[in-house]
């Protein structure tokens, strides 16, 4: 059979980059066309690593562009196929192999086509047909050993983590080991032990699982399922009659095809042994223009002439009979008829089956004169050679001798095979990957092109879908609206930057985006986590509903006011039911039935299938298959968690003794709200030269409830730190953390600056910032006088006591005149009065001494040692 070199000169066109993709274990550098995405490169070296890495002895060495592609391994496979053939007699010599090896190797790398990667030995599937006696109960049968297979594995793995929830509730328990293992004594074993028992745990399991044996189920991988056909009578499904409950009971679990004659019936039943390819119809015709019709029938003939020779080699080395069924994909079928003639998709489909059928039948008809001739002529077979014989290219001696293959699929579903010819659902959006390696979403470029050609907007299409991203002229929810509503330009600032950044509505109008004080205080709500603001604002569902499309976008374009009148109908159809109408057009030129299952509602029962399956077979479908969608992500079943009680054994009377019961008091852990008008106090210092502002704010009581720290002269990164750190002590104390925590966690920190601290009477020396403001602090506020490392200057005599003839003092010193407001009077005196001190009025002065860790002059000799009242150390020093 002579190739024509069509493809290969294409190739060199292909522009191609260097990418680097992530393998198992390493990053592996490969040349791919440049408009390729990583997940298909990625795809395509999947099935590269599947491949044999030697070549037939006398193969030509590869081609240097050849090799640099998957690194050679496609043009390895290409050639392999050619040597094959020629070994097989479908090659008069060397060249016309080579020619066939480079055109199969230039359609993938144009990713016109691409093969199915190897499969394991599929099981023979029944056909399961009504005519027979105990076909019901057969049928039957199949669906309870499936739903066992279902159910097994979801009970193995509840019942493994019910067995591991018991060995936890024995280590997480503190106490004797005895007494964690026994149920009576252990509540938390008991409760696990409980829902073990109900999971089908014996009694024996759960002892085992209580001293520690390990657990673990490993599941069995999944069985292949092949698609089991039903033949059932098409007049007794349609009129819902017993075949038809029987059928729909068992549709519910998946993976069987409900057929109507028994040709369709055994086509199904062979094509768990087809050899698949498909072709990339939106690359074809981008490649190859006004020369569409023959490209594709050269593509048809080259494909089936690789599908055979894979069948022949397969059937030698698995001594299984030769000729076998092909399938020949069309991928992209929809995107191809849209960008093509949107206004006539159908009869388009319907031409391209034809053609891909014709061209297939011809080929085979080739091979069969080649090779020696399997099956018995038909009538399906007559009209696919009397179509290839009308257009030159076999003749009626080949006619006679029949097809090569048993059958001709024009449908093969594999998602492997759609990801590396870069297909996806039909859709008004599309993924795309950015020179970034980001991906992103844009209008369907088919569906792009026939706007463009009905003389529509594609612009405002793509703005449709992904919305303006702003809520200035916005239906319902606006600028206007939101201003009336006390809304100011920064809080609109904030919001127009938010709608950039997140696809919920809802997400825009809370915090951080919304000052929280602007919430409580201008607004008058309180925000909890999980609320929306929108409604309480006085927004009702339709306008946040059309506030939302205009800013994020539609979820199609079904509702486009601008949409062009000859596409309105494409528009508004639900994208699976226009793929499924093009499937029904070329299903006439397929041996075998389109099979894609139909999704049902996942709450559906037997009944509602039955309906299904009868409209179904009134629209005289070949082959119907039924899946249940499934359930929404958010469904779930509110139950009451209903607790058995736990048997106690009785315990043995002990004589009463006397123990401490302690009452658990939980603190309210709302946030106390400071008042708008606070008082505090303003301390100033320096640490190590470096100075420090402490500002705190008081509730009435007296009680700290912020703190503010500010410092010059320092890094901006440094400052924003320490304002943050602030921030969260302030939060922490208003939802009722004891100050004390805060003071014992942070003092005796230590790092840089550090050291001497001036402007402060109580503190002369800390280890760090944190050190010194935790101090201060605590002296302040918790009168923790151990902490500080010098007298206040209110102690004259230096020994640690205020004399009582000190002078009073005016208010003023210590009220803000500016916070009284007048309330306090100008003759209002604070009168100093004694305090003991720790350190007894007649003790001798001792002479300061440096602390050879901190360098503080605060190193004491206590009880014959000595420890600096700094740092906390306790040097060995003599003398």
Not at 5 to 15: E, G, K, Q, S, Y
Not at 179 to 191: H, Q, S
Not at 344 to 362: D, F
Not at 774 to 803: C, H, I, K, M, W
Request: net charge negative; aromatic share 6%; with cysteine.
């Amino acid at each position: 059979m002579r190739i024509k070199p069509r493809f290969a000169p294409l190739a060199a066109t292909v522009a191609m980059d260097l990418r680097q993709i992530e393998r198992p274990g390493a990053m592996t550098a490969t040349l791919a066309p440049a408009d390729w995405s990583d997940a298909r490169v990625e795809a395509w070296l999947d099935w590269a690593e599947s491949l044999p890495t030697d070549l037939p002895e006398d193969a030509a060495p590869l081609d240097e562009d050849h090799a640099a592609w998957l690194g050679g391994a496609a043009d390895r496979w290409a050639h392999r196929l050619g040597a094959w053939g020629r070994d097989l007699g479908l090659f008069d010599n060397a060249d016309e192999a080579e020619i066939f090896a480079d055109e199969l190797w230039a359609s993938l790398l144009l990713g016109l086509a691409a093969p199915e990667t190897e499969r394991t030995a599929p099981a023979v599937p029944t056909c399961l047909s009504f005519s027979e006696p105990g076909a019901a109960r057969r049928l039957a049968d199949l669906t309870a050993a499936r739903r066992g297979e279902r159910l097994a594995g979801r009970a193995a793995e509840a019942l493994s983590d019910a067995l591991r929830a018991v060995a936890d509730a024995v280590d997480r328990c503190e106490g004797p080991r005895e007494a964690c293992a026994d149920p009576a004594a252990n509540p938390a074993l008991a409760r696990a032990a409980l829902i073990a028992r109900r999971c089908g745990a014996s009694d024996a399991d759960i002892i085992r699982a209580v001293e520690g044996e390990t657990q673990t189920v490993a599941l069995a991988p999944p069985a292949v399922r092949v698609l089991t056909p039903v033949l059932a009578p098409r007049d007794s499904i349609a009129s819902g009659g017993p075949e038809a409950l029987a059928v729909a009971e068992a549709v519910l679990e998946g993976d069987l095809a409900l057929t109507f004659t028994p040709r369709d019936a055994e086509t199904l039943t062979d094509a768990a042994f087809e050899v698949r390819a498909a072709f990339h119809l939106p690359s074809l015709a981008a490649f190859t223009g006004e020369a569409f019709d023959e490209a594709l029938d050269d593509l048809t003939r080259l494909w089936v002439m690789a599908l055979e020779i894979e069948t022949a080699i397969g059937a030698a080395a698995t001594r299984r009979e030769a000729a076998r069924p092909i399938a020949i994909g069309l991928s992209g079928l929809a995107d191809w008829t849209v960008a093509t003639d949107a206004a006539n998709p159908l009869p388009l489909a319907a031409m391209v089956g034809a053609r891909v059928s014709a061209a297939a039948g011809g080929a085979s008809v080739e091979l069969a004169a080649l090779l020696s001739p399997c099956f018995e002529w038909d009538a399906v077979a007559d009209e696919v050679v009397d179509a290839a014989v009308s257009r030159g290219q076999e003749t009626k001696a080949l006619k006679r001798s029949g097809r090569r293959h048993a059958a001709i699929n024009l449908f093969v579903r594999d998602a492997e095979l759609e990801l590396r010819l870069g297909a996806s659902p039909f859709g008004a959006t599309d993924l795309f990957q950015t020179e970034d390696g980001e991906t992103q979403r844009r209008l369907r470029p088919s569906l792009a092109r026939a706007i463009a050609r009905a003389g529509g907007d594609a612009e405002d299409a793509e703005r449709r879908l992904f919305g303006r991203r702003t809520l200035i002229g916005a239906p319902g929810v606006n600028h206007s609206a939101l201003r009336d509503l006390g809304f100011t330009d920064v809080e609109l600032e904030a919001v127009e930057l938010a709608l950039g950044q997140t696809d919920q509505l809802a997400a825009v109008f809370a915090p951080p985006v919304l000052d929280a004080g602007f919430i409580d205080d201008v607004l008058g709500l309180s925000f909890e986590d999980g609320a929306d603001l929108l409604p309480r604002l006085g927004f009702d569902p339709a306008a946040i509903e059309a506030a939302r499309a205009a800013a994020f976008g539609y979820a199609d374009l079904s509702s486009w006011e601008a949409a062009p009148e000859a596409l309105r109908g494409l528009l508004a159809a639900d994208p699976a039911a226009f793929e499924a109408e093009l499937r029904r057009a070329i299903e006439p030129f397929s041996d075998v039935p389109d099979v894609t299952p139909d999704l049902i509602d996942w709450r559906a029962g037997s009944l509602q299938v039955a309906r299904a399956l009868g409209e179904a077979a009134r629209e005289g479908r070949r082959a119907v298959v039924l899946h249940r969608a499934a359930p929404p992500a958010d469904f779930r079943l509110d139950l009451a968690e209903v607790e058995a009680p736990v048997q106690r054994r009785a315990e043995p009377e002990a004589s009463p003794v006397e123990r401490v019961v302690e009452k658990v008091i939980e603190r309210d852990r709302t946030r106390r709200k400071l008042p708008d008008r606070r008082k505090g106090y303003i301390q100033k210092a320096a640490v190590g030269g470096h100075k420090v502002y402490i500002h705190t704010g008081e509730y009435e009581d007296g009680e700290l409830g912020e703190i503010f720290i500010d410092m010059h002269k320092e890094g901006a990164a440094f400052r924003s730190l320490m304002n943050n750190f602030a921030i969260a002590i302030s939060i922490g104390l208003q939802y009722g953390v004891p100050l004390d925590e805060f003071v014992d966690a942070f003092v005796f920190t230590r790092f840089e600056p550090a050291g001497r601290v001036t402007g402060n009477d109580s503190i002369r020396s800390a280890t760090s910032i944190l050190d010194y403001i935790f101090r201060e602090l605590g002296v302040s506020y918790l009168e923790r006088q151990e902490l500080a490392n010098a007298e206040p200057e209110g102690n004259p005599d230096g020994l640690g006591a205020t004399t009582n003839d000190a002078e009073p003092v005016p208010a003023a010193r210590f009220i803000s005149k500016g916070f009284a407001r007048g309330a306090a009077p100008d003759n209002l005196v604070v009168v100093p009065f004694g305090r003991k001190s720790e350190t007894p009025r007649d003790a001798a002065p001792t002479e300061a001494v440096a602390c050879p860790a901190c360098g503080d002059l605060s190193l004491q000799n206590r009880g014959g040692g000595w420890i600096c009242d700094t740092c906390g150390a306790a040097p060995q020093m003599q003398g």
